[in-house]
């Protein structure tokens, strides 16, 4: 009903008449998109279930590094199918993010203390990418610390320990880099890191502290991969000399989902933390001196130096794990990951073991793993352990029980009722801007609003229910929808076929750019297999920078990069919440004058470059929005710039660009265009 409306203001009759002037010849399709004819939400619904019954649940046992396990109702509720949560755009602006950073902040809390790492980061997106990424972040820190370079360093040991999707990743990451990956438990001379498993693939708990000063002794980084609910009874890495530590909140109440979505967590020392990929939750102070909390580091490129931008791509589906260890606490995580650890132990007590190492919830029966779960039944143990006992005792824990307390925070051992729960999670959605709530002014590739009936399938257990490693057949409804989904892209593209391997937008541009490196790699062209790649600075998103070969990282010429918080400074006036309630924004961004815009200098807050970037034909596109040369200077300040242009060629600046805008005013008057006075322009990518 606001069409009209829209196309009145913009001065086209329809929207024919539109697209035709701002869509060029040479792009429209001529002919309908071969795609089948649209249906109502009941009947996608109706014929999508139909799709998914095909798919079997069983009872799983596969474990390697995913488990069944109960989503809490009040959880499922409130957050999985609450459009206040599962709409709320990523935490850029503090003051309309309070109560998601603090969800955030629980889960880095959780992290840390179970991990009994330093500092953690705000998740990942699962255990293989997560290992990829410490082990570019192990590279990076070998030659920053050592001074060595990539060719004196470049053997990264994985340990045949680890699962073999991790290492599959690991692999498939560290070849276009340069990096060569060796399985196997011996260290090299120029090894610069190692990527250990805690508990092990076959479940095995084995002593890792030598293997640890072995590395340290020769000035490389230890990584371990380890397990959330099973640091609730064995000794945590940081307590054995672990540098990195990564690992799947999965079993903290996420479903298994074929495979994923699930939060991926980073931890590592104090002392790396600028070299962590991912975004990490701090804990500030207002203009008014109230706690805030903000993003205390990010490291995509809009807000660092673009060369120095590292991954930052992250899941929604933290906060189900942040939420589960709230409505658990220390104590029932203890119980929960007892529970699964004597159910192993009884059925270890009726087939014979192989190994004699300590075990949590995962023993090798033969060739095959078993691996118990949450969702493990007394049942579920007698159908399965029907073999004669063993004749050897089973080994204790032992020296690798955990001794040390964890989630003694009060968020975590306040929250165990449900109508308490229920309002803590009410009491943060308040204080977030969701869509539910009002719309939120920001370009993205992620700000849509995913309609309530294509959420629903997420809480159907043959959607949710299904193990990644099930046979194919098993995940008939699965794969007939992702040839659906394929033909479908690649019919609306014009590709001859779609991969939906990738997970993330910048994994996409990733997978793109080693595809084209493999195409020509079959060609037999080795210049251009092994030399550089060209990126546009401007256009490349480049949220998974640490992908990419320091010489192949795009740059913006003078980008004005992050500098130090601790500065004093004077408040500027503070922006209030339409509610009045949630924290203004943090004074160290409010208040340090290092942080706000200056002259010929861009914003790391606000995604603006400077320099080269805004140039005269940049910020023409800009004054063209202007109905008056009052709006010009407004954009002008936006832009960030005053005077001449710093290089120098094109003398007065701001004198060509006040011409430039006489000339908009006078277009936009004889057009008729309506436009709003005062307007600004954002000219970052959120």
Known sequence: MDTPEMLRIVGYPSLDAMIADVVPEMFRLRRPLALPAARTEQEALRDLKAMMSRNQLRRSFLGRGYYDCYMPPVIQRNILENPGWYTAYTPYQAEISQGRLEALLNFQTMVCDLTAMEIANASLLDEATAAAEAMTMCHRLTESGSGLSAATRSTFVVSPDCHPQTIAVVQTRAEPLGIRVVVGNELTPDTFGVLLQYPATDGAVRDLSGIIAAAHAQKAFAVVATELLALTLLKPPGEFGA???????????????????????????????????????????????????????????????REKATSNICTSQVLLASMYAVWHGPGSLRRIAERVHRLARRLAENVERVGDEPFFDTIRVGDRIIALDETTTDADVDAIGRGEPPARPLPELGKFARTTPFLTHEVFNRYHTEHEMLRYIHRLESKDLALNTAMIPLGSCTMKLTPTAAMLPLSWPEVAGLHPFVPRDDAAGYHEM?????????????????????????????????????????????????????????????????????????????????????????????????????????????????????????????????????????????????????????????????????????????????????????????????????????????
Request: glycine content about 12%; proline content about 6%; overall charge positive.
């Open 482 to 686: 992702f040839r659906q989904l394929e033909s479908w892209l690649a019919e609306i593209t014009g590709f001859a076929a779609v991969s939906l391997q990738p997970n993330a937008g910048s994994q996409g541009e990733y997978a793109g750019l080693l595809c084209i490196r493999a195409y020509h790699k079959q060609r037999g062209e080795p210049r251009r297999v092994d030399g550089d790649v060209s990126l546009d600075a401007r256009r490349v998103r480049g949220t998974d920078r640490g992908d990419l070969p320091a010489r192949s990282r795009a740059r913006r010429p003078g980008l004005y990069g992050r500098r130090k918080h601790e500065r004093a400074g004077r408040p500027l006036p503070p922006r209030q919440h339409r509610h009045g309630r949630v924290p203004l924004e943090p004074a160290q961004d409010v208040c340090d004058p290092a942080r706000r815009r200056r002259p010929r200098h861009g914003s790391d807050l606000r995604g603006e470059t400077s320099g080269g970037i805004h140039t005269a034909t940049r910020l023409r596109s800009a004054v063209w929005q202007c109905k008056c040369i009052d709006d010009f200077v407004d954009v002008y300040r936006v832009a960030g710039r005053r005077g001449t242009d710093e290089r120098g060629e094109d003398g007065d600046l701001e004198r060509e660009l006040r011409r430039e805008a006489s000339r908009a005013v006078r277009a936009n008057a004889v057009q008729g265009h309506a436009r709003p006075r005062r307007t600004r322009v954002h000219s970052g990518s959120a």
């Open 243 to 305: 540098d990195i530590v990564v690992g799947n909140s999965q079993r903290f109440g996420v479903p298994l989902g074929y495979g994923g979505p699930h939060a991926a967590f980073f931890a590592t020392r104090d002392a790396h933390k600028r070299q962590m990929p991912g975004r990490l939750i701090g804990v500030s102070k207002d203009a008014q001196g109230r706690p805030a909390l903000r993003m205390a580091l990010q490291t995509r490129e809009q807000h660092i130096r």
